[in-house]
Every structure is written in structure tokens, then in C-alpha cells.
T-cell receptor, first 120, second 113 residues
Framework: GAVVSQHPSRVICKSGTSVKIECRSL??????MFWYRQFPKQSLMLMAT?????????EQGVEKDKFLINHASLTLSTLTVTSAHPEDSSFYIC????????????????FGAGTRLSVL | GENVEQHPSTLSVQEGDSAVIKCTYS??????FPWYKQELGKRPQLIID?????GEKKDQRIAVTLNKTAKHFSLHITETQPEDSAVYFC????????????FGSGTRLSIRP
């Protein structure tokens, strides 16, 4: 299957600092990537949809100035958690949509391995 | 807004028995329904998907059924094995490049030896 790389896998930072998380599609072009937040033993909560070359679409309740998303190329989207606080501590996971470029399937999301953010 | 409900939240079955997870969706325009498996500490992996032009799809021990009229879809795992233990998520989406995928709340499946 397709590979999506997410980096870093874990980050610990001080309150007030900013953290950047990268999501790369390694063997396909992804015009659309998604950013999720997952709390322990809970589902994937969609934060925003990242579209290559345009502004991200944020879900209701997600602060766009807090969670900056950039999708500058067809293989890379970044999520920056600005001025992080302890309540931002969570597991952040990205996915990239493979649309019609692989065999019989289309509209398949491949997930990154996730980033565990701990804000002290 | 769009919503996907998933039941049960936890499921424990004896090894070798079958497991069934059910989902309902609210957006009648949804036509793509993937299922993901997430093992502890790992990324969600697509295990099977179904589109609205078919009512059932099978891949070895797993099968999905879809009832578009009732807006229900289900995952069936037969002859369960210990490695089936994981969290399973259903999801619904419109089959377009601009659409997002809405996930259910997940089912934690445990296989008893």
C-alpha cells in the first residue's frame, strides 16, 4: 500500500512554544490531506482538510490561528501548533488521500504513524 | 452535520467465533464506506471498503454489507483470531475529491483465547 510519513513521532515542548508536524506522501501525489486529533481510546476527530495550493478548511471549533496548516506541494502538508499549552497535548495524525492513481482503487486515505505531543 | 454512529463500543468474542460491528450514517449522499483497523500504538490501516453500487463485499474472513435505504453498514469478521484484536473504525464519505471522511467512534474488539 501507499506510504505516508509523519514526523516527528513524538515531541515534548514547553508551554508557549510552537511545534511543527510534517506529513508526506512518499509514493503518490496527494492534493488533499487531513489532520486528525485522537484522544486515548477515542475516535479520530477531524481538525482540518488541507488542500494543495489553497487555504485549509477547518472543522467547527478548531482555531485556525492556533493550528496553522500549510500544503505547499502535492506531497507535503504541515501542521503547526502555535503557542502550545498543556491542553494541546494529544496524538495528532495525518492522512493523505490517494485519488485514482493506484490500480483498482481511488479515494483511499492512508494514514501517517502519528505524532504524540506533550506540552509541559 | 454529517454523523456516523458505531456500535458496540467494545466487543469480546471467543476465538473462532464471528464478530459483527454496525454503523449508521446521516448523509444520504455518502457513497463510499471504508473500514479501518488500528492496533495499539499504530496507525489506522484500511482493511476493506464498499461503495454504494454494491450491497456486499468479501475479502477472506472479512465482509461488509451495506443497506443504503436504511443507511446502515456492517463489518463481519468470521473465524476470529487473536491478531484480530484491535480498534475498528467505520467511516462514510462522498466519492469526490473535495469530500471529507467522517469516522465512527470505534469498536474495541478483543478475542478471547
Amino acid at each position: 500500500g501507499a506510504v505516508v510519513s509523519q514526523h516527528p513521532s513524538r515531541v515534548i515542548c514547553k508551554s508557549g512554544t510552537s511545534v511543527k508536524i510534517e506529513c508526506r506522501s512518499l509514493d503518490f501525489q496527494a492534493t488533499t490531506m487531513f489532520w486528525y486529533r485522537q484522544f486515548p481510546k477515542q475516535s479520530l476527530m477531524l481538525m482540518a482538510t488541507s488542500n494543495e495550493g489553497s487555504k485549509a478548511t477547518y472543522e467547527q471549533g478548531v482555531e485556525k490561528d492556533k493550528f496553522l496548516i500549510n500544503h505547499a506541494s502535492l506531497t507535503l502538508s504541515t501542521l503547526t501548533v502555535t503557542s502550545a499549552h498543556p491542553e494541546d497535548s494529544s496524538f495528532y495524525i495525518c492522512s493523505a488521500r490517494d485519488w485514482g492513481s493506484r490500480g483498482l482503487y481511488k479515494n483511499i486515505q492512508y494514514f501517517g504513524a502519528g505524532t504524540r505531543l506533550s506540552v509541559l | 452535520g454529517e454523523n456516523v454512529e458505531q456500535h458496540p463500543s467494545t466487543l469480546s468474542v471467543q476465538e473462532g467465533d464471528s464478530a459483527v460491528i454496525k454503523c449508521t450514517y446521516s448523509d444520504s449522499a455518502s457513497n463510499y464506506f471504508p473500514w479501518y483497523k488500528q492496533e495499539l500504538g499504530k496507525r489506522p490501516q484500511l482493511i476493506i471498503d464498499i461503495r454504494s453500487n454494491v450491497g456486499e463485499k468479501k475479502d477472506q474472513r472479512i465482509a461488509v454489507t451495506l443497506n443504503k435505504t436504511a443507511k446502515h453498514f456492517s463489518l463481519h469478521i468470521t473465524e476470529t483470531q487473536p491478531e484480530d484484536s484491535a480498534v475498528y473504525f467505520c467511516a462514510a464519505s462522498r466519492d469526490s475529491s473535495a469530500s471529507k471522511i467522517i469516522f465512527g467512534s470505534g469498536t474495541r474488539l478483543s478475542i478471547r483465547p
